[in-house]
């Protein structure tokens, strides 16, 4: 994390910037009249160099973040005012050499200010792509520079070997500065950080003040302490504020469609217009020789494009086919690979659907990331298992899937090894799998066929599995009610096989049949509190009576809910005796407030107890316990259920026959 700045440091800047401005007023009004004046040139200016490299290498002793990218740039200050100080010295003894010690002061500092820049570009983590952008911008900078800055020098440069060196050095230097940002900002997608826009703006305004001071020594018009020598303190303390400068997020730098053409072919155009001018004027070979290098630098960015994107579309391909967590085949790879299985002449195949048992608690108990892993290990198991049979997929969740092309004698050793593979045990949980089988092409001729044939027997064999768990407190109940009722065996086994059948037909499936199955057979578990004298009454029930008969379907209830795994049964048992006008009991709900199940149950409960004997009443016909539903059909039940019931009685008369009581369910 970055700490705060010292107010001391604010301080110094703003003392530093006060200096700065009287240096800048006093040289823009010449107010020496030309003459040296060592207060401003020697004292002030120097002082704001060396207050310059200061800042940056408290910043960097204060700071973590890019510390030795600022140690490098207060080094490269440090070498600056070295420089300064050094030219002071030897002018104060007379005319000094050219070059001096000076010089290499003044020409370090350009190789440490090269260093701490690529250091800071480093520190972003950029990618291969975006430093080729930023070399391709530093050559086409580079070139422009040396066709314009560096030709001046170079015609109007001489004397001894040493010193045309030294002549050419600094233009070269500033070509290369220069080049370098303009470079850095095209690796920030020429949208620059503040730190990285002050960092320019000194940069840059070195530059431009050592190219003016350049222009105008060659043509004999310098003049010593004017506005011009203030650029200089003044891209060093802009260094020092860019120091100081909280540093922001790197931006995300589009990679994709316009911006990786555009910065190639703009600088392209670059190099091919430095060298069409130097086919009509004669430029320097530098300037030539870096309008090539942009050149070359284009050429080789489009072809590192050009990979990247093959990549990038191999990756995509890749990851649009493939699971995330497992690296199995996903969907879409498996109803493409279906497609192929089921083509003609394909031969046969064997499409296996797996979902996970015990996966859910196991997640839970140990956290997602524990849970992903264990999926993790299953898919490379599964992976192992099928081999070089076929092909093994994660559908998402814990649902996976294997295609294979085996015949019917390998089927039965691949789902055994499938099943194992994905299995896990250990202390304190185990994690296994149900699985749905298809043969392809005879029971599944399109690949959604197939899934649905698959996905249709794994479902029976996980809702088998599910009801073997959970049977055992529901025989607990059903045993103890026959016990107490011998005939509500047969009754209770009549609901449930007609609730199925009428359920089938209104169209509930899965769980939701499965549990209208349960709660059928255990709509009259209430009754287990309601006294024999009551519940065998011959004759009418007083008002007292029908109150208590009335708690039985809440009392079922709060039984069936004491059990976790009939918590879902006990809500449809509660409203079995409600009606659809609103007028039944426990809670008076009416049409669509009544749960689906609650409503069949009560149609189907109604029929048998109209065709059974009771105490109180003789079995009625089959045609009469018929046209009563119709009569009550849209007040005491379910219009649409009362149909149902109606064409299950006139398609399957057989179910009908068998479990009614012997003697009264006649036939017309």
Not at 38 to 56: K, N, T
Not at 112 to 135: C, E, F, K, P, T
Not at 481 to 489: A, G, I, N, V
Request: include cysteine; proline fraction near 6%.
């Amino acid at each position: 994390m970055v700490c705060q700045k010292p107010r001391i440091v604010w301080a110094a800047q703003a003392l530093a910037g006060l200096a700065l401005l009287a240096h800048a007023v006093h040289g823009a009004l010449n107010l020496n009249g030309g003459k040296p004046a060592p207060v401003f040139d020697q004292w002030i200016y120097d002082g704001l160099m060396l207050s310059a490299a200061v800042l940056c290498l408290v910043r960097a002793v204060w700071w973590p973040h890019a510390r030795a990218s600022w140690l490098v740039f207060s080094g490269a200050l440090f070498l600056w005012a070295a420089g300064d100080i050094t030219w002071t010295v030897l002018a104060a003894g007379g005319e000094p050499p050219y070059p001096s010690l000076a010089d290499a002061f003044y020409l370090g500092f350009y190789v440490a200010a090269y260093a701490g820049l690529v250091l800071l570009l480093r520190a972003r983590g950029l990618g291969l792509s975006i430093w080729m952008d930023g070399v391709i911008a530093s050559t086409a900078a580079a070139a422009i520079g040396a066709a314009v800055l560096f030709e001046v020098v170079l015609d109007a440069t001489g004397g001894t070997p040493a010193e045309i060196v030294t002549n050419l050095a600094y233009p070269l230097g500033d070509i290369l500065l220069f080049a370098l940002v303009v470079g850095a900002f095209a690796m920030a997608g020429w949208r620059p950080s503040r730190q990285w826009a002050i960092i320019g703006a000194g940069l840059i305004a070195m530059s431009v003040a050592d190219g003016i001071y350049l222009f105008q020594v060659s043509a004999g018009s310098y003049v010593e302490g004017s506005i011009l020598d203030s650029l200089w303190p003044a891209s060093a303390l802009l260094l020092a504020l860019a120091a100081w400068q909280r540093p922001s997020p790197a931006r995300p730098i589009d990679l994709e469609g316009r911006p990786v053409l555009i910065v190639p072919i703009l600088l392209g155009a670059v190099g091919v217009g430095v060298l069409a001018y130097d086919h009509f004027v004669e430029l320097n070979d530098l300037a030539a020789g870096l309008a090539v290098a942009t050149l070359l630098g284009v050429v080789a960015r489009t072809a590192l494009t050009f990979r990247e994107n093959q990549r990038l579309l191999a990756r995509t391909r890749g990851q649009a086919v493939s699971d995330e967590l497992t690296g199995l085949g996903n969907r879409r790879r498996l109803l493409a690979d279906l497609e192929s299985a089921l083509d003609e002449g394909a031969g046969r195949s064997l499409l296996l659907l797996f979902d996970l048992d015990g996966f859910k608690g196991y997640n839970d108990t140990y956290g997602h990331p524990v849970g992903d892993a264990l999926l993790a290990r299953l898919g490379r198991a599964l992976e192992e298992a099928v081999g070089e049979e076929g092909r093994s997929y994660r559908l998402g969740g814990d649902e996976f899937c294997v295609l294979a092309p085996v015949p019917d004698a390998r089927a039965g050793a691949l789902i055994d090894a499938c099943v194992q593979a994905l299995t896990e045990r250990s202390e304190g949980f185990a994690v296994g799998t149900s699985f749905g089988a298809a043969f392809l092409p005879e029971e599944g001729p399109t690949p959604s066929e197939a899934l649905r044939t698959a996905d249709r027997r794994l479902y029976a064999q996980k809702q088998e599995r599910r009801l073997e768990r959970g049977r055992q407190p529901e025989d607990v109940l059903l045993r103890a009610m026959y016990e107490r009722e011998p005939r509500l065996r047969e009754h209770a086994r009549y609901v449930s096989a007609l609730a199925l059948a009428v359920g089938s037909r209104v169209g509930l499936a899965g769980s939701e049949l499965a549990e209208l199955a349960r709660a059928a057979e255990l709509h009259d578990i209430g009754k287990l509190a309601v006294p024999d004298a009551i519940l065998y009454k011959p004759g009418q029930l007083d008002t007292e009576e029908q109150r208590f008969i009335r708690n039985h379907s809440s009392i079922g209830e709060r039984i069936l809910a004491a059990s976790p795994v009939l918590a879902p049964v006990s809500r449809l048992v509660r409203a079995t005796h409600e009606r659809w006008d609103g007028q039944g009991y426990p809670d008076g709900l009416a049409g669509g407030e009544i749960p689906a199940g609650a409503r069949i149950i009560a149609v189907c409960d109604a029929f048998v107890a109209m065709v059974s004997p009771r105490p109180h009443q003789s079995p009625l016909r089959f045609e009469a316990a018929l046209a009563e539903l119709r009569r009550c059909a849209g007040t005491q039940f379910d219009p649409s259920v009362v149909d149902a019931f109606l064409a299950v009685a006139a398609e399957q008369p057989e179910l009908l026959h068998e479990r009614a009581h012997p003697g009264h369910l006649t036939p017309s």
